[in-house]
């Protein structure tokens, strides 16, 4: 066999949390089955299959390669973070061993077109370090999440007397290092062909991106209303019915859940779609600087 | 929220539904031939399959309707373990919740607004008798074989049950085709609309002389010609088999399932189907 034109419509591996997964959209199903949990929460056993196949309709994955004509992989698993994210793709190239929270089989490089990374909130990748004890003993990887109150203590502590940081002066180096660590995920990956695209949540990667040319060529901006905005919280925040819970013109009572609204999704595949677009014909770096 | 609920469409039916060979038209660097109509899953991997899916009939019907489609993940299959496998997926939560999407989708009646079937060929389903005492249970093709045209212990049986084998045949067909009617009719007791369309042609005396598979039946009209079945419309228009899509492939490959003309045609089909539907309310 021998294909007629040089096309090769290879896929685009999406990963990201809740955000990309599509939290929520299955509200705009209106089915009978759909059941909401506790306000701003999700339970994943009121999200029955067909709720799963329709949200995949609306979720701007499936819009972006609907547009291009090929398919889409997203983490079979809702939620997640930078650290899951990188841990996904692994698993999606069979760098890393199976995980079927994350996706069932594996995929080649050379089937892979675009990798979009969506960042999420830097405070939900684990901290790890090395305590050091009164007697001079050492607690290995102890960790610090912001999420879980039973580890803040002890890891207070080593800020004061170990590292001797403020809080604020911590983070802005745990951002760096997770900003470092997504460049060096998407720096490997390029060197294997695969085009890369952030796709930014939060604020807090955003001075990190915009100092650093390779990062920023693949930064995806959004327009909305005739602004343009480079990350989808200054977005959401300034338009808020781009939220489930405040999607008036769908809902007549939103379900209580603050995830990016159908027409948000449309926004962000409409960003990619154009990014996608504008890598094809303008010159962005895809060389690698990994040897 | 407005009144509008947005369900499912369920697509059944064989390697026909199931997209098979379209990985074709993907040009992927990872893409093995198959030889000839066979199909192993080992030359296969999830990139060739997830590629299918977004061009078969299914999702462009799915995609034109903004709603979502469901399909049997296995390739191939009869009109009989079509039947069993959907009858299982409507569970309306009576088995409880897997956590990760399944390979067994978990329905609720009122979650499905359409049932399309795509019929296969009739000898696929079993067919068992009892020969001395003992249950013997095979595929039809197995009984009937094209070289050997009567299995020796099926004889018998039909002249112990005084049957003839084109009453034999013709009796199998019709219980294959009314025990799709039976369920899609079942389906319609909870308002969900069915469509039904074959690939081959030998249930169409019985769906012509059935008011009901009739209404619900899908022709195909292709470069102003009506075919009642996919076999002669794919047997009288080549392009329309991966294997002759010249104008797609340059060397394609030895498979003889529908090209992705074909599968635009077919979606376009039912699109017409449910918009005939959805005008009638």
């Given at each position: 066999?021998?294909?007629?034109?040089?096309?090769?419509?290879?896929?685009?591996?999406?990963?990201?949390?809740?955000f990309?997964?599509?939290?929520?959209?299955?509200?705009?199903?209106?089915?009978?089955?759909?059941k909401?949990?506790e306000?701003?929460?999700?339970d994943v056993?009121l999200?029955?299959?067909?709720?799963?196949?329709?949200?995949?309709?609306?979720?701007?994955p499936?819009?972006?390669?609907?547009?291009f004509d090929?398919?889409?992989?997203?983490?079979i698993q809702?939620g997640?973070?930078?650290?899951?994210?990188?841990?996904?793709l692994?698993?999606?190239?069979?760098?890393?061993?199976?995980?079927s929270?994350y996706?069932?089989?594996k995929?080649?490089f050379?089937?892979i077109?675009?990798i979009?990374?969506?960042?999420?909130?830097?405070?939900?990748n684990t901290?790890?370090?090395?305590?050091?004890?009164?007697?001079g003993?050492?607690?290995?990887?102890?960790?610090?999440r912001?999420?879980?109150?039973?580890?803040?203590?002890?890891?207070?502590?080593?800020?004061?007397?170990q590292?001797?940081l403020i809080?604020?002066?911590?983070?802005?180096?745990?951002?760096?290092d997770?900003?470092?660590?997504?460049k060096?995920?998407?720096?490997?990956y390029e060197?294997?062909?695969i085009?890369?695209?952030i796709l930014?949540?939060?604020?807090e990667?955003?001075?990190?991106?915009?100092n650093?040319?390779?990062?920023?060529?693949?930064l995806?901006?959004?327009?909305?209303?005739?602004?343009?905005?480079?990350?989808?919280?200054?977005?959401?925040?300034?338009?808020?019915?781009?939220h489930?819970?405040?999607?008036?013109?769908?809902?007549?009572i939103?379900?209580?859940?603050?995830?990016?609204?159908?027409?948000?999704?449309?926004?962000m595949?409409?960003?990619v779609?154009?990014?996608?677009k504008?890598?094809?014909n303008k010159?962005?770096?895809?060389e690698?600087?990994?040897? | 929220?407005?009144?509008?609920?947005t369900?499912?469409?369920?697509f059944?039916?064989?390697s026909?539904t199931?997209?098979?060979?379209l990985?074709?038209?993907?040009?992927?660097?990872?893409?093995i031939?198959q030889?000839?109509?066979?199909?192993h899953?080992?030359?296969?991997?999830i990139?060739h399959i997830?590629?299918?899916?977004?061009?078969r009939?299914?999702?462009?019907?799915?995609?034109?309707?903004n709603?979502?489609?469901?399909?049997?993940?296995?390739n191939?299959?009869?009109?009989?373990?079509?039947?069993?496998w959907?009858?299982?997926?409507f569970?309306?939560?009576?088995?409880?919740?897997?956590?990760?999407?399944?390979?067994?989708p978990?329905?609720?009646?009122?979650?499905?607004?359409?049932?399309?079937v795509?019929?296969?060929?009739?000898h696929r389903?079993n067919?068992?008798?009892?020969?001395?005492n003992?249950e013997?249970k095979?595929?039809l093709?197995?009984?009937i074989?094209e070289?050997n045209?009567?299995?020796s212990?099926?004889?018998q049986?039909?002249?112990?049950?005084d049957?003839?084998?084109?009453?034999?045949?013709?009796?199998?067909?019709?219980?294959n085709?009314?025990?799709?009617?039976?369920?899609?009719?079942?389906?319609?007791?909870?308002?969900?609309?069915t469509?039904?369309?074959?690939?081959?042609p030998?249930?169409?005396d019985?769906?012509?002389?059935?008011?009901?598979l009739?209404?619900?039946?899908?022709?195909f009209?292709?470069?102003?010609?009506?075919?009642?079945?996919l076999?002669?419309?794919?047997?009288?228009?080549?392009?329309?088999?991966?294997?002759?899509?010249f104008?797609?492939?340059?060397?394609?490959?030895?498979?003889?399932h529908?090209?992705?003309?074909?599968?635009?045609?077919?979606a376009?089909?039912?699109?017409?189907?449910?918009n005939?539907?959805?005008?009638?309310?």
């Amino acid at each position: 066999m021998k294909a007629k034109d040089d096309k090769v419509i290879k896929g685009i591996i999406f990963a990201g949390c809740s955000f990309t997964w599509g939290q929520g959209l299955y509200y705009y199903s209106n089915m009978k089955t759909l059941k909401e949990p506790e306000p701003n929460q999700y339970d994943v056993t009121l999200v029955n299959d067909a709720h799963k196949n329709f949200r995949k309709t609306l979720y701007y994955p499936r819009l972006v390669a609907n547009h291009f004509d090929t398919f889409e992989v997203v983490k079979i698993q809702n939620g997640g973070a930078e650290a899951t994210s990188i841990d996904y793709l692994k698993v999606a190239f069979g760098l890393m061993g199976p995980n079927s929270n994350y996706v069932l089989e594996k995929y080649n490089f050379n089937e892979i077109e675009y990798i979009i990374f969506q960042t999420s909130q830097p405070q939900r990748n684990t901290y790890y370090y090395d305590y050091v004890n009164k007697d001079g003993s050492i607690d290995k990887n102890c960790e610090y999440r912001l999420f879980c109150p039973e580890t803040h203590d002890k890891f207070y502590r080593y800020l004061v007397k170990q590292k001797k940081l403020i809080f604020d002066d911590w983070w802005k180096e745990h951002c760096k290092d997770w900003f470092q660590k997504i460049k060096k995920e998407l720096e490997f990956y390029e060197s294997k062909g695969i085009k890369t695209l952030i796709l930014n949540w939060e604020i807090e990667y955003l001075p990190f991106i915009k100092n650093d040319e390779w990062m920023h060529d693949r930064l995806i901006t959004f327009e909305y209303n005739n602004k343009t905005y480079d990350c989808i919280r200054t977005m959401m925040n300034e338009n808020i019915h781009l939220h489930i819970n405040s999607d008036y013109e769908h809902f007549e009572i939103p379900p209580q859940d603050h995830h990016p609204s159908k027409e948000c999704h449309r926004i962000m595949a409409d960003a990619v779609i154009k990014k996608i677009k504008e890598t094809k014909n303008k010159k962005i770096r895809y060389e690698s600087k990994l040897i | 929220m407005t009144d509008r609920i947005t369900k499912g469409i369920v697509f059944a039916g064989c390697s026909f539904t199931w997209g098979s060979g379209l990985w074709y038209y993907s040009k992927l660097p990872t893409i093995i031939e198959q030889t000839g109509q066979s199909f192993h899953t080992q030359k296969m991997n999830i990139s060739h399959i997830d590629y299918m899916k977004s061009v078969r009939f299914p999702r462009i019907v799915a995609n034109h309707f903004n709603t979502f489609e469901i399909v049997n993940p296995n390739n191939g299959g009869s009109n009989e373990t079509m039947l069993e496998w959907w009858k299982n997926c409507f569970t309306n939560g009576v088995r409880g919740y897997k956590a990760f999407d399944s390979i067994y989708p978990h329905l609720d009646y009122n979650e499905i607004s359409y049932f399309v079937v795509q019929l296969t060929h009739w000898h696929r389903n079993n067919f068992t008798l009892n020969y001395n005492n003992e249950e013997i249970k095979k595929e039809l093709c197995g009984w009937i074989d094209e070289h050997n045209p009567i299995n020796s212990i099926l004889m018998q049986w039909l002249s112990d049950n005084d049957m003839g084998v084109e009453d034999f045949i013709s009796n199998e067909i019709i219980k294959n085709i009314k025990s799709i009617k039976e369920f899609l009719q079942h389906l319609e007791t909870f308002n969900i609309k069915t469509i039904l369309f074959t690939w081959t042609p030998e249930y169409i005396d019985f769906i012509e002389s059935d008011k009901w598979l009739k209404d619900r039946f899908i022709q195909f009209n292709y470069k102003n010609t009506n075919y009642n079945c996919l076999e002669s419309l794919m047997n009288e228009n080549k392009e329309l088999m991966i294997k002759y899509d010249f104008e797609n492939l340059e060397n394609p490959a030895d498979d003889e399932h529908p090209s992705i003309g074909c599968h635009k045609l077919i979606a376009k089909h039912i699109i017409n189907k449910i918009n005939i539907y959805e005008s009638k309310g």
